[in-house]
């Protein structure tokens, strides 16, 4: 990937804002020990290596990315209650994608009402079993600009646990929904909705950045499809809704995964390859394998953008996401600083 990288960036760079130009070059360097590293002995055996800097980056890099999504899915995991969890998938359609790219408030808007509608279908529902009083529900929501064909992509995760909690912590867990209820829940959405998008112009793009993030848009192609039938599916002018994603209680590794899975990055290093004649070939996670030359697929690179976490309510305070070190007394760290005017 890095080859592929560096090939292409010089065609590319002047396309992009300092912000991004900025980022490219702290990858550039990432897991290079020439501008930095950690040396780390085991303390039983002396034996000792060295551990490169990482660029830290939040846009593509796959290690920097990969690393932070098994973060995030590990301090999701401590922190989640012990019930079971369900994502519902909102994506827009081709006409908005845009719109929400140059204006994020317009995605924020619909991660509101998505969550609202959501909580006010398992209030109903509770109140359908019997249950009175105060109810209390949570959500983690992820926000995703990239798709697994590395295309400009927005779009919303949306991981809610199957339960509620009165004032005194005690949990009232709730069936799973029925499809009614996700076409119910995305009508009111989009009724909501309405006026937000009211006063929408056509966009636009202002500079070349947003020029590349406009092509970057996947356009449906003329294919006719097969249809496959699948539950907890709802779509309604272009909108679509999916809510048959769910883990049990029990199924802790099964709660990490998914959340690993919204929070992961734009890029698997695993599904690119390099051809004889210089072009890459990418692998998407369903569909056909599509080849682009070094310059194109910088620019795919470039307009994703990592997903940002959000979490808009959880009996209890969640902690900051930490990353997870050896324990005490295990290994000793001795640090090097980059070699001047290398960084």
Same mark, same amino acid.
């Given at each position: 990937?890095?080859?592929? =990288?560096?090939?292409?960036?010089?065609?590319?760079?002047?396309?992009?804002?300092?912000?991004?130009?900025?980022?490219?070059?702290?990858?550039?360097?990432?897991?290079?020990?020439?501008? +930095? =590293?950690?040396?780390?002995?085991?303390?039983?055996?002396?034996?000792?290596?060295?551990?490169?800097?990482?660029?830290?980056?939040? /846009?593509?890099?796959?290690?920097?990315?990969?690393?932070?999504?098994?973060?995030?899915?590990?301090?999701?995991?401590?922190?989640?209650?012990?019930?079971?969890?369900?994502?519902?998938?909102?994506?827009?359609?081709?006409?908005?994608?845009?719109?929400?790219?140059?204006?994020?408030?317009?995605?924020?808007?619909?991660?509101?009402?998505?969550?609202?509608?959501?909580?006010?279908?398992?209030?109903?529902?509770?109140?359908?079993?019997?249950?009175?009083?105060?109810?209390?529900?949570?959500?983690?929501? =992820?926000?995703?600009?990239?798709?697994?064909?590395?295309?400009?992509?927005?779009?919303?995760?949306?991981?809610?646990?199957?339960?509620?909690?009165?004032?005194?912590?005690?949990?009232?867990?709730?069936?799973?929904? %029925?499809?009614?209820?996700?076409?119910?829940?995305?009508?009111?959405?989009?009724?909501?909705?309405?006026?937000?998008?009211?006063?929408?112009?056509?966009?636009?793009?202002?500079?070349?950045?947003?020029?590349?993030?406009?092509?970057?848009?996947?356009?449906?192609?003329?294919?006719?499809?097969?249809?496959?039938?699948?539950?907890?599916?709802?779509?309604?002018?272009?909108? %679509?809704?999916?809510?048959?994603?769910?883990?049990? +209680?029990?199924?802790?590794?099964?709660?990490?995964?998914?959340?690993?899975?919204?929070?992961? /990055?734009?890029?698997?290093?695993?599904?690119?390859?390099?051809?004889?004649?210089?072009?890459?070939?990418?692998?998407?996670?369903?569909?056909?394998?599509?080849?682009?030359?070094?310059?194109?697929?910088?620019?795919?690179?470039?307009?994703?953008?990592?997903?940002?976490?959000?979490?808009?309510? =959880?009996?209890?305070?969640?902690?900051?996401?930490?990353?997870?070190?050896?324990?005490?007394?295990?290994?000793?760290?001795?640090?090097? %600083?980059?070699?001047? /005017?290398?960084?």
């Amino acid at each position: 990937m890095v080859d592929a =990288f560096r090939r292409g960036w010089p065609s590319v760079s002047s396309l992009l804002p300092k912000r991004i130009q900025e980022e490219a070059a702290r990858f550039l360097t990432c897991g290079d020990v020439r501008f +930095g =590293f950690v040396e780390v002995a085991c303390a039983s055996c002396d034996d000792a290596r060295l551990v490169a800097f990482s660029c830290k980056g939040r /846009g593509w890099c796959p290690s920097c990315t990969t690393r932070r999504a098994l973060d995030t899915g590990a301090h999701l995991e401590s922190v989640l209650p012990r019930v079971a969890h369900r994502q519902w998938t909102l994506s827009l359609p081709m006409a908005l994608r845009f719109h929400v790219v140059k204006r994020p408030a317009l995605l924020k808007r619909l991660e509101v009402r998505l969550v609202r509608a959501v909580w006010r279908l398992q209030r109903a529902t509770a109140r359908r079993l019997g249950h009175e009083g105060t109810l209390t529900g949570g959500a983690v929501c =992820f926000w995703q600009y990239f798709g697994s064909s590395l295309q400009l992509t927005p779009h919303l995760h949306l991981l809610v646990p199957e339960g509620l909690w009165r004032v005194d912590g005690a949990e009232v867990p709730l069936p799973p929904p %029925s499809d009614a209820d996700v076409t119910a829940v995305l009508h009111r959405v989009l009724r909501l909705a309405r006026k937000d998008f009211a006063d929408v112009d056509v966009p636009f793009p202002e500079d070349d950045f947003e020029g590349l993030q406009l092509r970057a848009l996947q356009k449906p192609l003329p294919l006719a499809l097969p249809h496959k039938a699948t539950h907890r599916l709802a779509t309604a002018h272009g909108f %679509s809704l999916h809510a048959d994603t769910a883990v049990h +209680g029990n199924d802790r590794q099964g709660l990490e995964r998914l959340c690993r899975y919204g929070a992961r /990055g734009p890029v698997a290093e695993s599904r690119l390859r390099k051809l004889e004649d210089g072009r890459y070939e990418y692998s998407p996670k369903k569909g056909v394998a599509f080849t682009l030359t070094a310059e194109a697929l910088v620019k795919r690179w470039t307009a994703a953008r990592f997903p940002a976490l959000k979490f808009l309510f =959880f009996r209890g305070r969640a902690r900051g996401p930490s990353t997870r070190s050896p324990p005490p007394g295990t290994a000793r760290a001795r640090t090097a %600083s980059p070699a001047p /005017g290398t960084r």
